[in-house]
Every structure is written in C-alpha cells, then in structure tokens.
C-alpha cells in the first residue's frame, strides 16, 4: 500500500555502483597496516581517510565493494564508510578522467581571471564543470581555496598544481598534459629554488619579501 | 629599525627545507635542547609570558591553551597541529611546512613536552599532498636523528610526530572538528564544553595549534619571552607571516611585525596596487573578517588594532581588491564558498549560507528585487550567533559587511536589474545558477 504519493519520495540519494569485487593489493595492504599502527589499536577508524585514499588510487574511484573492503579492513560498518565518502570532496564515487582538473574558483582566484580559466577550459574540452570528457582523459572540476592564492590561478590537476594559469595558456597547457602527463605541470613554485632566488635574493631587511610572486 | 625575518629566514635558498640546512644555519633543534633541561610547566609559564597568541585566526593565548590540557589525568594526552590551511586568502603554513619544516617538528616536540604529549597528529589538508611528502620526509630524518622517537636526545622524553591527509573539507580547520575527521568521522564540530584541553581526541586532553603558532615555540624557548614581546606592539608580540593576494603587483607571504600597518604591507611589501589603480577595500584576515576601507590603511596590522577599526586579523590573509570589484559578486563569491563548505550539522548555517547565495545570486544576475535586501540582512542575522561553531558567523560576514558598506551597489543592482560593475576578469557568461 502506498502511504504516500511517489513524488512524496524525492530524495536524490544514489547508492554508489557495486563495481567488481575489490581487495587492497598486497603493497596498498602493507601501507595500511603500517599506517593504521600511528593509531591506538582501538582507534582503527582514524585510518579511514588513508585506506579511502589507497582504494582510489587502486581503482580510481569508489564503488561500494570498495568501500565495504573498508569498513572490514577498519572494523565498521559500511554504512559509516559512505558516510565519510559522500562527505569529502576528494573522493569520487564515479569514474573520473585521467587527468582531474581542479580549478580554483575562489575568491583570490576569481579576482585574476579564474572564471575565465574554467571556461576556456570548458570550451576546449566542450564540457562543462563537473563533467569528464569523451576520451577519458580530462575531468574538470570548480574547486573552493586551494590554498596559493598568491600563485592564482591554480589548477590542481590530481596531486600535482598549475599555477598562474591564464585563458590564453589553456590549450597549450592541455597539449603539455595529454604529451607528458603530470611532468608538464609547473608544480609548487616554492620547489623551484632558482627561480625563487635571484630578483628577492638581494632585498634585505624591511620589506623583505619571504616568498613574493613574480 | 629594520624587521630581520625569523620564521622565513633563508626560504627562498635551495635545500631551506633540509635538516642539515637548518641545524647549521638556523640553530636547529637548540630550542628542543634547551626546553628538555626545562621543567614543562616552566615552558608552559615561559610562552605565557611571551603572549604568543594562536595564528590560526582566533588570536587565544597559546600559554593558556596549554596550561587548561588537565594533567591530572591517567589518559594520555595529544596534541593535534592544525595545517588544514583553507581559509580562503590564507597560505602561510603552505610556506613554513614547505620551505623550514623541521621548525614545526621541533614546535610539535617541545609543545608535546610541555603539555605531556607523547604523540602530536599533524592534520594537513588533502590538497597539501606535495607539502606532505616533504614533511613526511623531513619527519623521518628528524627521527634519524634523534630528535623525535624514544628518549629524545637522552632525556629519557618519547614523542612521535605523524602526518594525518585530510580530504577536502575547511571545516576540518575548526579544532573540534579537526578531531572528529582524525577520529575518522565527518568533519563537524562538536558541543563545547568539554573544550579539547579536557575532552579532545578519544575523548583525552588535547590541544590543537596551528601551524605558525607552534614554529614560534621554539624561538620562544630560544630566544625568551622579552625578546619576543619586543618584537611587537603590547600584547601583539612575536613575528607575523601575512599572506597578502588580489591586485597586488608583488602577491605572496611576508613576515613582518604586527608594528608595520596594512599600508605598509600592501605598498612596499607587496609592491603596490596591479596598474596603479585605486583600491577600493581590503579583506584583512581570510574570507570570514569584514571589510576595511582605503582610508583605514593605517592601521597597524596587529589583532588589537584590526579589531579596534571594525575587522579582525584572523588569519592574517589580506586580500586586496581595487574599483573594479562588484562588492554584489564578492559576497556571492565567498556564499558559494561557504554553502559549499558549510558542513550541514547546524540548520541555520546549512540552509541560511544556500538562501544567502541564491538571494546574491539572484541579485547579481539583475533579477533581484527591492524587498532581497532585507531579506539578506535577515537571514544572514539568523545564522550569526545561531550555529555551534564560528563557521556560521563568518559565512553571514560578507554579507552583512558588503551591505553595510556598499548597500548603494546592491541598490544599483536592482534598481537597473544589471550587474553595475562587471570586470574584464570575470566570466563572460553568468556562472551562477541554481544549487548545484
């Protein structure tokens, strides 16, 4: 009998997709146990967000037999597993890109041409934020600070980061990529010390710019 | 007198990070040394006296935090470092972990000394993952070392220091609910009282510290407190890393005095406005502080004085906009950040920050009505005040300050049902939309 009529129900939850059956490689296995020993033994579940990490990275995203992997490696429920997925953002329950690309759209960002970057990104790939391209190759994604607003606008394209990226640069930037996968990116310009000597070198005192910009 | 920098010395030459580097020209792990021939309590009293104040965005004395961990406890007790750097405009933690990260681990040891610690949880956020390995790395040379793992250089003190990644969440930045995502749970916030220092993670006493706080430590110990107070206005001691963003010509993170004003910092250390045009108004410590004014530039960017002149120094992120920033796109801006991030335990925060960005959203677009304005005002005054952690407040902040200062824009807007200031560098088609 109904109770209720069916729009009544319009709740959007989506179960994650079962996928195939999933197990820690034996070296993603050796990782979590090792990591799992920063813990109290009763305090397993502060591993949570490592052994998520390392099933991503295994299979690119989550499904739900990844997740009760989880739960049994933790010793919860999976329930309380999905719980912590659908609350990150940096986990995806669906098959991402090879390359996710991370725009930062806030507010530092915004004020030197991020709205533009996602968009000639966007039209380069003919797809739009939170979408993945045909071939696989590209997810684009808005993302919130990212934390190098002195280096905007900054892409984080899976653990690696653009900086600086402006709309005229985009479609070199994916041709880098799709040639030499995450080389291409300039990563963190704080690791490129000669850069980062030179011009700020010679300042002295007063004013001194500890990690200035270009 | 000239600020000689002491957080950031050296950052910028090859190999800052390395242990080596900073045993030999930064006096490595002397303060460590020293805080072990100390009595805790005596570090505890010592930071005290130093007024070194939490540079994560509340400014609460450090000393304080760390006298209030109970020690009369059979639990063990932790401390957590919070590097969950996400409030927007914010990157100086970014700087100190990458370029001299051994200064937080030798902040970490001496911290977990004083308050009895045998285990410190460095809680670095998700997107940090190039940050990470380098601080893992560093980590593992420190214990080589000798200057973390089992009786630490023969005093016969243990501690462990690990690194925990977050996921994406900037709530996880709040102290509690810091804890709860290091428990493995959702990152929200918990009831207080108990405060960590009594119940904090696995219900022990534990103190949460940031980043830049706890790389003051072991100046402190080194140094001593006068030194440090000197370095300062009154109650405003101790060196400050200022993250300065936005139409700067020079953006990037300086360490400077809390003496030096916001004139200062934007003009000379930052090198003055993009194309010399006018600024129009600052955001002087991360997303969640109200605006300041061009002729408040003068204020000397100290916690006191911030706060005297309306705003807060918070987190010490300036963001500086010149005329041709729409004070409406701002506030929509920083909404859909915070209905992103808000994380939906409190009704008034989870509901209001999503009306308060459709409403902004609505204006922006030209489609507002006369009556959206109080209904702005409205609503962001449910949410402050109403919400169990300060998040709440912050996500009204733009709001309120926006309308306050700017309220003829938001009238432009609805009045010529158009977005009366639309920038070069904004995008050229409407970005907003409903909830997505």
């Not at chain 2, 190999?15 to 005596?42: I, M």
């Not at chain 2, 690194?163 to 709860?180: F, N, P, S």
């Not at chain 2, 107070?229 to 060196?239: C, D, H, R």
């Amino acid at each position: 009998m109904e109770y209720a009529p069916a729009a009544f129900h319009a709740s959007t939850r989506a179960l994650p997709e079962e996928g195939s059956p999933f197990a820690f490689t034996p070296e993603n296995q050796a990782k979590f146990d090792a990591n799992v020993a920063r813990y109290p033994p009763e305090q397993r579940k502060s591993a949570i967000l490592y052994a998520l990490y390392l099933a991503q990275g295994q299979q690119g995203y989550l499904t739900r037999a990844a997740m009760r992997h989880v739960a049994l490696q933790i010793g919860c429920t999976a329930a309380e597993v999905e719980d912590v997925v659908s609350y990150y953002t940096m986990f995806f329950t669906k098959p991402v890109g090879r390359y996710v690309l991370n725009v930062c759209r806030t507010l530092s960002c915004a004020l030197v041409g991020a709205e533009r970057v996602t968009e000639a990104l966007g039209d380069a790939l003919g797809i739009k934020p939170g979408e993945t391209d045909p071939t696989g190759t590209f997810t684009l994604i808005e993302v919130e600070c990212l934390g190098a607003c002195d280096r905007a606008p900054v892409v984080m394209v899976n653990d690696g980061w653009q900086e600086r990226l402006s709309p005229e640069q985009v479609s070199q930037f994916l041709e880098a990529l799709r040639a030499r996968g995450e080389a291409a990116l300039s990563g963190c310009h704080l690791r490129r010390e000669k850069q980062a000597v030179g011009s700020r070198q010679s300042a002295v005192g007063s004013g001194q710019p500890a990690v200035g910009g270009d | 007198m000239a600020y000689e920098p002491v957080l950031t010395t050296f950052v910028t030459e090859p190999n800052s990070h390395t242990l080596d580097f900073y045993v030999s020209r930064r006096r490595g792990y002397e303060g460590l040394r020293k805080a072990l021939t100390l009595k805790p309590n005596d570090i505890i009293e010592q930071v005290k006296a130093s007024g070194l104040r939490g540079r994560g965005g509340a400014g609460f004395p450090t000393g304080l935090k760390w006298q209030f961990v109970l020690k009369d406890t059979p639990k063990p007790k932790y401390l957590c470092c919070n590097a969950d750097e996400s409030e927007p405009g914010t990157f100086k933690d970014h700087v100190l972990m990458e370029r001299n990260p051994h200064l937080l681990i030798e902040g970490c040891a001496i911290a977990c000394y004083a308050i009895g610690a045998k285990v410190a949880y460095i809680y670095i956020r998700g997107e940090f993952y190039h940050v990470q390995q380098i601080l893992e790395a560093e980590i593992e040379k420190a214990y080589a070392a000798g200057y973390l793992g089992r009786n630490i250089l023969g005093s016969g003190f243990d501690c462990d220091v690990y690194v925990h990644r977050g996921a994406g969440a900037y709530e996880a930045g709040e102290e509690t609910a810091l804890i709860e995502s290091l428990e493995g749970k959702r990152a929200q916030p918990r009831i207080k009282p108990p405060f960590p220092a009594v119940s904090g993670l696995y219900q022990c006493p534990t103190a949460v510290n940031n980043v830049e706080t706890l790389c003051n430590v072991p100046l402190i110990v080194l140094h001593g407190a006068d030194w440090f107070t000197a370095l300062g206005p009154e109650k405003n001691g101790g060196p400050k890393l200022f993250c300065i963003s936005g139409h700067v010509k020079r953006p990037g993170v300086y360490e400077a005095s809390m003496h030096t004003t916001l004139r200062e910092l934007i003009d000379d250390h930052a090198g003055g406005m993009i194309d010399d045009r006018p600024l129009k108004a600052i955001i002087p410590g991360g997303s969640s502080v109200p605006l300041l004014l061009p002729d408040q530039l003068d204020t000397p960017a100290s916690f006191d004085h911030v706060q005297k002149a309306g705003s807060l120094l918070g987190s010490a992120g300036l963001i500086v906009m010149n005329d041709t920033v729409c004070m409406v796109w701002l506030a929509m801006n920083l909404l859909h950040f915070y209905r992103h991030e808000s994380c939906g335990k409190c009704t008034p925060c989870r509901e209001g920050s999503d009306w308060l960005y459709r409403l902004l959203a609505r204006i922006e677009a030209g489609e507002g009505q006369p009556k959206d304005l109080d209904l702005l005002f409205g609503v962001s005054n449910n949410i402050v005040g109403k919400t169990l952690c300060a998040f709440g407040d912050a996500a009204a902040t733009p709001v309120l300050t926006t309308m306050k200062l700017f309220r003829h824009e938001y009238e432009a807007h609805v009045r010529e049902g158009r977005c009366t200031l639309p920038a070069g560098w904004r995008a050229s088609r409407p970005v907003f939309a409903g909830a997505h």
